[in-house]
């Protein structure tokens, strides 16, 4: 941090000293710049005097001033807007409407350690504009992702506040390795995700979907790479005014419930109505008695509940003659839908860029966050599973009933079901556990994370074409975890507290030699760079019980039952190089290639060497093609081929590690070591070769573009975990093994329906599939894996088929009510098991009738935007949907059984049955369309509101979320939650209600 202080001290030195001379025989020039749609300014478009360094930005009203000679030409630039250049021409007032960008082709984008046109692109790359996120009211900006991207599938997984969605690019690349993008902010690849970026501070966000594309980051590129690009104070160098904006909303989370369980009254009455087809003839006691209590608790509305959403953001950009700044800070607090959820986060941004004279840039990006989360003490599974005739806390009434179970409670106590084992002479308990309350209320759980990237860069202008760039940062971050059990919130009474931190400490150097000249007919941008990182990971864990007392939760006031430290380090080097070319605009070639070393790895192969080619073709750029420009105005071949790696594994997987260990030496207690893993020296890469064949269109004026990409992307050397000879003294170790592939297609489309001074209307939609196939599994045909053995689900990975399938018995017929041992009890009772097929006809049920029952994989996935402006009114929407996937979706098990579903077949019957967590009972339709956001808005006319830019809007999140009929549970994207094994994907147990949200919202600029 001192460092970091010199260097921005080092900065406002040289601002401070620095005075560049003033043009001679200059005018001042004013002026005010509008959209042409509706005319409303513009705030800081930029302003530059050709030629010159003179250069501003328009402040809140879209106003300028500058100084220029009266045969100058002003060049005008503003995101989302085509450049446009004026003749000063002798006036001293210049009044301009910039033109909106309608071609997607003309766009710039962001790529690994530089920028091109689209047009230039011949790799499969997709952006999203931080300006249409931020205003979608979703406390973290991958959510706010979601839908936009073709091949970029943002699940959310876990609905609680604050909880990270998956982010998955062209599907599964890995069984053992990381299956995550990587994450690049501001050039600086990060230990994380984007929990730390704040979607105010965001200009736009580029993913690098194929390997060509990806391959400049070599080993870390093969799940794709994410690159986010953070405001500046502008392109130029030229004195100009602050502007501020602020940012903010106010809104309520309600959650999409599902009302699974009955209440008493409903289940009392389905009873009573259905008494001859349970084999009855009068009403079971413990329906009397559960009518006597009266209770209809619902649990849904005692663990869901209605939560405040809310964020302040506020930036400031600008800068003096040689310096640009951006500054931007922001509070998200979001009350979860679930009891006791709730997510706070600070963020502040300071990006500083510094032009000390004609040949030297310097400048520092800062971004610290801070966040807490505090989540359910349970699963929603068990925090759903208590009675509903169980009262939350005891009343005068049923006092009585706990003292004739032998319990002394009070009014206001909390109920629990073994306070009800005599209601009457009538033995309600269905358990001895404690009540979903207590175990909610009386378990903590927190999370707090602080992280601070810090990244200092020089920038030296060599020559006219050649450039030279260093940059140095650090990332380092903390999550602490805490846990804290209550005594009453467990039968036992034993209090528990459990405390971890996980520090990550990275620096990062990166030195590069760009070289960009364009000469005649030919542009040619050729990069080369070195860079070295290195990473220390440190985790502190500690255990207590026995506390003296709920009321202090600190470690000290329990017993100390186990402690424990690590560090661990990984080093990455790397040379890297990439030439672009292109010919007439219209041909166009990319190699690059990169070279990384890792620690990781065994010491025979550290090295992996990452190499990519791409052509692209703009045929509309052809004489022959000149005919048709009228109909089609862009058409553009593109083919790439490239190699990217995956180091996502743990640290010393390709060494020996000891652990200590003690032994008795003439009966005395000595201490050592003794290995605990064997080594592997020829431990390697996994390295993914995708071939990518894309193309471009543009109709219309450039109005309606589309681009298609088909891939084929091939994983080799899957790193797995294999067995070996127990003769070793080991059972397993990693080994590059194993192979799968991936084929797909990416459609996007944008279309600029209607533009006119008055309305203006843009649409654009995206779809997605691929295929998953094991080519090779460490030389077996199979492997049948199980997420929970309490619950004997099972999955298998076939070589010649997709690598997650679920797999069991198909569900021949139900066991009917009256087989049940209890028909009637508890509440909303289900057979724990079904009939199934005997699908190999040997007349026995056995393991030879088990089969594929479906996939977690979806057959495509979609997203669709649009927006309107008419006048000072705006408004967009944006889709999504996934079709095709399927859940195990485990909760229904919970909520009818209660693992009381006993029956009464014979043993032959008996026989015919399995479980239903081993058969297709279980698995249900995944799909589901959601309208993730529409945002209503106004901008207050310019005679209101005299020197600042005024928008309101209303946005809402999830309005309309739509499954299928056969989903029986509150949230088809909640998998994994509790186990990320590709093999086991698509298990769900215990998630989170998806949720809707209504804010209203205020812009301001001035």
């Known amino acids: 941090m001192k460092k970091l202080l ?39 478009a930029a302003v530059v005097v050709k030629g010159s360094e003179a250069a501003t930005i328009t402040d809140a009203n879209g106003a300028f001033t500058i100084q220029a000679s009266p045969d100058a030409i002003l060049e005008v630039s503003f995101i989302g807007h085509k450049t446009q250049q004026v003749s000063v021409s002798g006036r001293t007032q210049i009044n301009i409407s910039l033109e909106e960008e309608t071609s997607v082709l003309e766009q710039v984008v962001v790529v690994g350690y530089g920028t091109q046109k689209k047009s230039h692109v011949t790799g499969s790359v997709s952006k999203a504009e931080g300006s249409e996120m931020a205003q979608i009211a979703v406390p973290r900006a991958d959510q706010a992702l979601v839908g936009k991207l073709a091949g970029v599938q943002v699940t959310n997984t876990s609905a609680e506040a604050g909880a990270a969605p998956t982010i998955q690019v062209r599907g599964l690349t890995s069984i053992s390795a990381s299956t995550s993008p990587l994450i690049v902010i501001d050039g600086y690849p990060i230990q994380g995700d984007l929990s730390t970026i704040d979607m105010n501070d965001v200009e736009s966000i580029e993913v690098l979907k194929d390997a060509a594309s990806a391959s400049i980051y070599g080993s870390r590129g093969a799940n794709g790479v994410i690159l986010v690009t953070t405001k500046s104070g502008g392109s130029s160098y030229g004195a100009k005014p602050a502007t501020f904006t602020f940012n903010s909303y106010v809104g309520v989370k309600t959650p999409i419930k599902q009302e699974i369980y009955p209440s008493s009254d409903e289940w009392s009455n389905y009873v009573r109505s259905n008494l001859s087809q349970m084999g009855l003839t009068t009403v079971p006691d413990e329906i009397v008695q559960m009518d006597n209590l009266g209770t209809n608790t619902d649990w849904e509305d005692v663990m869901m509940r209605n939560g405040l959403i809310q964020n302040y953001s506020l930036g400031v950009s600008g800068g003096t003659q040689g310096v640009n700044y951006y500054i931007g800070g922001s509070y998200i607090g979001d009350e979860g839908v679930l009891r006791t959820n709730d997510y706070d986060k600070y963020n502040l941004r300071v990006n500083i860029d510094s ?79 404690n009540s979903s309350l207590a175990k909610v209320d009386g378990r903590t759980r927190t999370s707090q994370y602080f992280s601070n990237i810090a990244n200092a860069y020089a920038k030296v202008k060599l020559t006219k074409s050649l450039s030279f760039r260093t940059s140095f ?71 207590a019980n026995s506390f003296l007392t709920d009321q202090i939760s600190t470690l000290n006031a329990g017993i100390i039952s186990s402690g424990s430290t690590f560090e661990e380090q990984s080093s990455l080097a790397s040379l890297f190089s990439r030439v672009n070319y292109s010919y007439k605009n219209k041909y166009m070639v990319s190699l690059s290639a990169r070279g990384d070393g890792s620690s990781k790895f065994g010491i025979n192969n550290q090295w992996g060497f990452f190499p990519s080619a791409s052509l692209g073709w703009r045929v509309s750029q052809e004489d022959f093609f000149k005919p048709l420009t009228n109909t089609i105005n862009e058409f553009k071949l593109r083919a790439t081929v490239g190699k990217t790696g995956n180091n996502g594994i743990p640290n010393y997987a390709a060494y020996g590690t000891l652990t200590p260990v003690n032994s008795i030496n003439n009966n005395t207690i000595e201490q050592g070591f003794a290995q605990t893993s064997t080594s592997n020296p020829d431990l390697s890469w996994e390295s993914t070769t995708e071939t990518n064949f894309g193309i471009d269109m543009a109709f219309m004026e450039n109005r309606l573009y589309f681009s298609f990409d088909y891939y084929i992307a091939e994983t080799d050397q899957l790193l797995l975990l294999v067995p070996i000879s127990a003769v070793t003294g080991f059972t397993e170790e990693y080994q590059n093994i194993g192979k799968m592939k991936n084929t797909g297609f990416d459609f996007e489309v944008n279309f600029v329906a209607i533009d006119n001074d008055k309305f203006t209307w843009r649409i654009g939609g995206n779809i997605s599939h691929y295929r998953n196939e094991l080519l090779d599994f460490a030389g077996v045909d199979q492997l049948i894996s199980t997420p929970d053995e309490k619950r004997p689900s099972q999955y298998i990975a076939q070589v010649g088929s997709p690598l997650v399938q679920f797999y069991g018995y198909e569900t021949a017929s139900q066991i009917s009510t009256s087989d049940l041992a209890t028909p009637y009890w508890p509440v909303n009772v289900g057979a724990d098991a079904v009939y199934v097929k005997d699908l190999n006809g040997d007349g026995v049920i056995t393991d030879e009738d088990r089969t594929v029952l479906g996939s977690p994989i979806p057959d495509f996935v979609w997203g669709i935007t649009t927006s309107m402006n008419y006048k000072a009114f705006d408004l967009s929407m944006v889709w999504q949907g996934s079709q095709g996937a399927e859940v195990f979706n485990i909760d229904p098990y919970y909520y009818e059984s209660q693992w009381k579903g006993a029956n009464t077949l014979t043993a032959d019957e008996q026989a015919k049955t399995r479980l239903k967590v081993e058969t297709d009972d279980m698995i249900q339709d995944a799909s589901f369309t959601a309208l993730r956001s529409l945002n209503i808005g106004y901008t207050l006319p310019k005679t209101w509101t005299k020197k600042a830019g005024v928008r309101v809007y209303f946005t809402g999140y999830n309005l309309l979320y739509f499954t299928a009929d056969d989903y029986t549970s509150y949230n088809p994207e909640g998998v994994n939650l509790f186990n990320d094994n590709p093999l086991t994907m698509g298990y769900q147990r215990g998630a989170a209600p998806q949720y809707r949200s209504y804010a209203l919202g205020l812009n301001l600029n001035f």
């Open 355 to 433: 032009k000390l004279n004609d040949w030297l840039e310097v400048g520092v990006n800062i971004n610290p966050s801070m966040s807490k989360q505090q989540i359910l003490g349970v699963g929603l599974h068990d925090a759903l599973r208590s009675q509903p005739w169980l009262p939350e806390y005891h009343t005068s009434e049923t006092v009585q009933y706990a003292a004739a179970a032998g319990y002394d409670v009070q009014v206001g106590d909390i109920a629990h079901e073994r306070h009800f084992s005599d209601v009457n002479g009538v033995n309600l308990q269905l358990t001895s556990n």
């Open 6 to 44: 010199q260097i921005l001290l080092l900065i406002t030195c040289f601002t401070v000293c620095y005075e560049p001379l003033n043009a001679q025989d200059t005018k001042t020039i004013s002026g005010v710049i509008t959209s042409p749609t509706d005319g409303l300014p513009l705030p800081g």
């Open 473 to 543: 940062g650090t990332f380092n971050s903390s999550a602490q975890n805490e846990y804290f059990q209550e005594s009453w919130s467990i039968r036992t009474e034993a209090t528990e507290g459990t405390y971890s931190e996980d520090k990550i400490f990275d620096w990062l150097s990166e030195n590069t030699l760009t070289f960009d000249k364009s000469f005649g007919d030919h542009d040619l941008n050729v990069l080369g760079g070195f860079s070295a990182q290195k990473t220390t990971y440190s985790n502190t864990s500690l255990a």
